[in-house]
């Protein structure tokens, strides 16, 4: 099942689309509706989904997320029940998972573990927020044998030396934050995104997505102008959480997503 994410890209390009990749927090409202959620978010246009994996302190992470965080925390899911959720998904879709999380959920779960155990239920990619390369080898290596491609970050702020080791780490595709700071919806998008990309671009070949303060049709848009990819977490979060007492968040949550992505919308 290696290479997924890698091969997604490349179906779009062929088609010359760009791939929507929305964030949700596993968990919230709960996990079964998560389940529902991410193969509606592939029957709205999605590419590749990010499953956020709640963590007790998400410091790279605005109030929206924090808040969803927190609801499923309270269910006192752990880890296992994660991925047997990435399972269920996998049983009904093939659409590839980047399992999003912090180290401190993995290291208690044990390195080789998650790896191993990650690939069986499905996960293709794995983004730690707090992993930098320089600190990765142990890391890379357990994913890399088992076939899940290990996803690193650059920021407006990552010098040419830091993006050199950055593309020279990640497998899948290299997620640029259009910011410094934390999650959360922006009315406008950040003018550092475009010069982000180009430095980033001219020392790779793999697809850049972009994310961090995309919320509206517009951004996606502008973002897809530039980057192969768009990843909106924040605003469809706030969307969950809009909706999980109206008994329809999936069906609700499923128009905002084609709302962002269609021409125009």
Not at 73 to 79: A, D, I, N, Q, S
Request: one cysteine or more; charged letters at 25%.
């Amino acid at each position: 099942m290696s290479g997924e994410i890698r091969a997604a890209f490349e179906r779009l390009k062929k088609e010359g689309r760009k791939a929507f990749i929305p964030y949700v927090t596993a968990g919230d409202p709960d996990l079964d509706t998560t389940v529902e959620l991410v193969l509606e978010l592939e029957r709205s246009g999605s590419a590749i989904v990010e499953l956020g994996i709640p963590f007790s302190d998400p410091l790279a992470d605005g109030p929206t997320i924090q808040r969803a965080s927190e609801r499923a925390l309270r269910h006192g899911y752990r880890l296992a029940d994660y991925l047997e959720g990435v399972e269920r998904i996998r049983s009904r879709s093939g659409i590839p998972i980047v399992m999003f999380s912090y180290f401190n959920p993995i290291l208690q779960y044990g390195l080789e573990s998650l790896a191993r155990d990650a690939r069986m239920a499905g996960v293709n990619g794995l983004l730690v927020t707090d992993m930098t390369p320089e600190e990765g080898t142990e890391y890379r290596a357990c994913l890399e044998a088992q076939g899940v491609d290990p996803i690193f970050l650059a920021a407006p702020t990552s010098s040419t030396e830091r993006v050199l080791r950055i593309v020279a780490c990640t497998r899948g595709f290299v997620y640029i934050i259009s910011r410094t700071g934390v999650t959360g919806t922006r009315d406008l998008l950040s003018e550092a995104i475009e010069p982000t990309v180009r430095r980033v671009r001219a020392h790779t070949d793999l697809p850049v997505a972009v994310g961090f303060g995309i919320s509206r049709p517009e951004h996606v848009r502008a973002v897809w102008e530039i980057a192969e990819g768009a990843v909106v977490g924040s605003a469809i979060v706030a969307e969950i959480e809009r909706q999980s007492a109206s008994g329809e968040v999936v069906a609700r949550v499923g128009e905002f997503c084609r709302w962002l992505i269609q021409p125009g919308g």
